[in-house]
């Protein structure tokens, strides 16, 4: 059978305060949402420092906001976070600025990253998800995300940006300490729990972006002297305009690569085989029929939803299923609720490797924000599957899954497994 209803036993409480980083350490309130989508799709919340957003939760909305960028601007900030103008403005990336403006950024590494290149990628990402998988399978108990999930990605990105796997470990620790700024074990300065106030200037107020802004002054220096064919080399060319970006604005974009080059990618491949070791059924029918992998591969996407939301601003006071929206007002698209919306997707809690309609929202739709790596990610995600499920016969866990303490990404950190 290619499906389990009711993946998840346990959908968590119905009540859960889903703007707490705590809130995600045991997992997605699944339940919470459900009840929100059902009684309140557009749902206000307060927050403790006095503001407040609105929740999107339903699939179409969450289309319509994220399409309609007029109406709601990713300038102000695609994150809760509160940010001033000084802070906006110096944490600027493609990610918080509409088109045209965003488009012209968007342009200068687009073109690394489309199907057709995407696909040209094959055999050499087939080369390491092979070599990450054998020499993970010498061991017979292993960290699934330190061995496997973490190393593809890492490797490829270093391959794109044109640097050394000895380099890939220091990128990759400081895109955990971007991404998981909110988590004590990969950054000393988790933004809620310290004074932060130091780097408020820098993205994610983490230290660590500054290491990654010198490094990057560094790799650009040795391209402008020795020009090659990389995405940084491809940074340093001129935009539309015909002007370079300024020395702030690659750094930002270099960093946004480095945060959003591994983690995400890592996070759902952890999650993909979380859910099958629960359910070893769909090991066994994925096994048993590869035809099954290219639907397989877009079910895994969908139910792990790892970027959880996104953040927009109006700019005009609107309604919205019967709620006044006032210009200013920020309002939240919920990814991983859209993914399980009942109005959307047949039966959304069944995991289905053969679901056919299946237009999740994973990367963004087909909005201006499409995910700029959707097509490397998914092709990392069906790799490293084809290549386990040629080798492994099953997984068993060995020990608790450990999730990342973030409102904003979900991920497993640690998942603990055994070659069965």
């Known amino acids: 059978m290619t499906y389990v209803d009711n993946y998840l036993d346990d959908l968590g409480p119905d009540d859960a305060d889903i703007t707490s980083h705590d809130t995600y350490v045991n997992g997605v309130p699944h339940a919470t949402f459900a009840k929100l989508r059902e009684e309140d799709p557009v749902h206000w919340t307060e927050e403790s420092d006095g503001s407040g957003f609105w929740s999107i939760l339903r699939y179409d909305d969450a289309i319509a906001v994220s399409k309609d960028v007029k109406t709601f601007t990713s300038s102000k900030g695609i994150r809760l976070e509160e940010m001033d103008e000084e802070e906006t403005e110096a944490r600027r990336t493609m990610m918080e600025l509409d ?28 080369e390491l998800a092979i ?14 995300v330190a061995e496997i999930a973490e190393q593809l990605p890492m490797r490829m990105l270093g391959r794109m940006l044109g640097t050394s796997d000895q380099d890939g470990h220091k990128l990759v620790s400081w895109g ?42 560094e790799q650009a220096a040795k391209r402008r002297a020795n ?54 059924q769909l090991w066994d029918a994925w096994k048993a029929d590869p035809e099954l992998t290219t639907t397989a591969v877009e079910e895994v996407l969908r139910t792990s939803s790892v970027t959880m939301h996104f953040r927009r601003t109006a700019t005009a006071d609107i309604e919205m299923r019967g709620k006044q929206i006032k210009a200013g007002d920020k309002m939240v698209i ?54 386990l499920l040629k080798r492994v016969d099953r997984f068993e866990q060995a020990g608790p899954e450990e999730n990342l303490r973030s409102n904003f990404i979900s991920g497993i950190k640690h998942l603990p497994v055994r070659v069965v």
């Open 99 to 126: 088109p045209p403006d965003h488009t012209r950024y968007r342009r200068l590494v687009s073109k690394g990253f489309t199907r057709r290149r995407v696909e040209s990628y094959e055999e050499s990402i087939r």
């Open 131 to 144: 070599e990450v998988i054998e020499e993970a399978l010498q061991k017979k108990e292993f960290d699934f």
């Open 176 to 217: 955990d300490a971007l991404l998981g700024n909110t988590d004590p074990e990969f950054t000393d300065y988790p933004v809620d729990l310290t004074d932060t106030d130091e780097f408020r200037m820098v993205p994610f107020r983490s230290p660590a972006s500054i290491q990654i802004f010198q490094y990057a002054q």
């Open 227 to 280: 020009p090659t064919d990389d995405v940084i080399s491809q940074l340093l060319e001129p935009t539309t305009d015909g002007q370079p970006l300024t020395d702030l604005e690659f750094n930002n974009f270099f960093t946004l690569i480095v945060a959003a080059g591994n983690d995400t990618t890592r996070y759902t491949m952890t999650h993909g085989l979380w859910a099958m070791m629960r359910h070893p």
């Open 334 to 387: 919920w990814f991983n609720s859209a993914n399980h919306d009942k109005e959307r997707f047949d039966a959304p809690f069944r995991y289905d490797l053969a679901r056919q309609s299946n237009d999740h929202m994973t990367f963004g739709r087909n909005g201006p924000h499409l995910c700029l790596g959707a097509w490397l990610a998914r092709m990392e995600v069906r790799l490293v599957f084809e290549e």
